[in-house]
Nanobody, 117 residues
């Protein structure tokens, strides 16, 4: 069983920064990609950033130039550095892991990010 635990969320003023972490544990037989989604109240969950094992990154247009996804060498921790935060970035941020091969994703429990104006 794979567990993903997010941390680093909190309350920050507009223009501030936060760094989210996602620690993966358990039996992980393969990883195709890891990344972050977010869900604001009353809205659908949306992609924020992904990082594939080949090194390819993908970002939502709304966060390009402000957010950076990275990982440790062992693919045990994935980070999301968020700079120049805006009130519209307020959401619960979820980490996910996609093993590949059409298998199901794994998800963390989410961490709240609140940006005040």
């Amino acid at each position: 069983q794979v567990q993903l635990v997010e941390s680093g969320g909190g309350l920050v003023q507009s223009g501030g920064s936060l760094r989210l972490s996602c620690a993966a544990s358990g039996f992980i037989f393969s990883i195709s990609a890891m990344g972050w989604y977010r869900q604001a109240p009353g809205k659908q969950r949306e992609l924020v950033a992904t990082l594939a094992t080949g090194g390819t990154t993908n970002y939502a247009d709304s966060v390009k130039g402000r957010f950076t996804i990275s990982r440790d060498n062992a693919w045990k921790v994935v980070y999301l550095q968020m700079n120049n935060l805006k009130p519209e970035d307020t959401a619960v941020y979820y980490c996910y892991l996609y093993p590949g091969g059409g298998t199901s994703d794994y998800w963390g429990q989410g961490t709240q990010v609140t940006v005040s104006s």
